[in-house]
T-cell receptor, first 113, second 109 residues
Framework: KAGVTQTPRYLIKTRGQQVTLSCSPI?????VSWYQQTPGQGLQFLFE???????NKGNFPGRFSGRQFSNSRSEMNVSTLELGDSALYLC????????????FGQGTRLTVV | KNEVEQSPQNLTAQEGEFITINCSYS?????LHWLQQHPGGGIVSLFM???GKKKHGRLIATINIQEKHSSLHITASHPRDSAVYIC???????????FGKGTKLSVKP
């Protein structure tokens, strides 16, 4: 079956702009979680959605938001981009995170200039 | 102190060696994940454990819930095993994972 698809793969944005990233989970998976990976902080949890409801949110400012649609596809949005938002953004899909296997997308590499 | 600690941070091995990566955690968990990340960013799930031991090919993962410790073993290591190995824990119905900093493994031919 098809894996987790993240789009776009690469993105360059200017400070102050906003960006929307997309994640299509594996068919049948209702849990989608988002993570930020930077060289300094490693992998950090952003938020998790299950059946269109945000179940948990990490320690990130309100500029980071997300949503999940009825087909389980998820989007995350970052407004008023800062240089420090440059990172690899990964999403993972699962039947029931964290108690079932997590399948990760290839990530979106965001560069803010 | 991080909630998930991995050791070692870096590991260089010769092809064929037996490798052990350790993960200790300080929070209550319902599951522990071992992940592999190759250069370029893609993450692959190796194991999801809640107790005991699992084996897949040359990889073995164990967890001791009482001691809050897990190990990932690689037998007969190969250069293609070179990657960053990440331990992540999750608790109950909270759908988030807490990650270790990763162990960078390099296997020399």
């Amino acid at each position: 079956k098809a894996g987790v698809t993240q789009t776009p793969r690469y993105l360059i944005k200017t400070r102050g702009q906003q960006v929307t990233l997309s994640c299509s989970p594996i068919s049948g998976h209702r849990s989608v979680s988002w993570y930020q990976q930077t060289p300094g902080q490693g992998l950090q949890f952003l938020f998790e959605y299950f059946s269109e409801t945000q179940r948990n949110k990490g320690n990130f400012p309100g500029r980071f938001s997300g949503r999940q649609f009825s087909n389980s596809r998820s989007e995350m949005n970052v407004s008023t981009l800062e240089l420090g938002d440059s990172a690899l953004y990964l999403c993972a899909s699962s039947l029931a995170m964290p108690n079932t296997e997590a399948f990760f997308g290839q990530g979106t590499r965001l560069t803010v200039v | 102190k991080n909630e998930v600690e991995q050791s070692p941070q870096n590991l260089t091995a010769q092809e064929g060696e037996f490798i052990t990566i350790n993960c200790s955690y300080s929070v209550g968990i319902s599951a522990l994940h071992w992940l592999q990340q190759h250069p370029g960013g893609g993450i692959v799930s190796l194991f999801m454990l809640s107790s005991g031991k699992k084996k897949h090919g040359r990889l073995i993962a164990t967890i001791n819930i009482q001691e809050k410790h897990s190990s990932l073993h690689i037998t007969a290591s190969h250069p293609r095993d070179s990657a960053v190995y990440i331990c992540a824990v999750g608790g109950g119905s909270q759908g988030n994972l807490i990650f270790g900093k990763g162990t960078k493994l390099s296997v020399k031919p």
